[in-house]
C-alpha cells in the first residue's frame, strides 16, 4: 500500500467532509430565515379580524320549508 496516496486520499476525503458540514449549516440557517420571513408575511397579510355583533343584524337564521 502506499501510504502518501492513502493520506492524500484521506485528507482530500475529510475536507469533503468538513466543507459538507459547512454548507448544510449555511443551508439550515437560511431555511430558518425564510420560514421566519414567511411567518411574518403570513401574519402581515392576514389580519385577525374581531367580531363585534351590533345590533340584531346577523343573529338570527330565518329558515323556512
Same mark, same amino acid.
Given at each position: 500500500? /502506499?501510504? &502518501? &496516496?492513502?493520506?492524500?486520499?484521506?485528507?482530500?476525503?475529510?475536507?469533503?467532509? !468538513?466543507?459538507?458540514?459547512?454548507?448544510?449549516? +449555511?443551508?439550515? /440557517?437560511?431555511? !430558518?430565515?425564510?420560514?421566519?420571513?414567511?411567518?411574518?408575511?403570513? !401574519?402581515?397579510?392576514?389580519? $385577525?379580524? $374581531?367580531?363585534?355583533? !351590533?345590533? &340584531?343584524?346577523?343573529?338570527? +337564521? /330565518?329558515?323556512? $320549508?
Amino acid at each position: 500500500m /502506499d501510504i &502518501a &496516496a492513502m493520506s492524500t486520499g484521506m485528507s482530500h476525503l475529510q475536507t469533503q467532509t !468538513e466543507h459538507a458540514a459547512k454548507v448544510n449549516s +449555511v443551508v439550515k /440557517d437560511q431555511m !430558518e430565515a425564510v420560514g421566519q420571513q414567511a411567518l411574518q408575511l403570513i !401574519e402581515s397579510a392576514a389580519p $385577525v379580524a $374581531v367580531a363585534k355583533p !351590533e345590533g &340584531a343584524l346577523g343573529h338570527r +337564521v /330565518d329558515i323556512r $320549508v
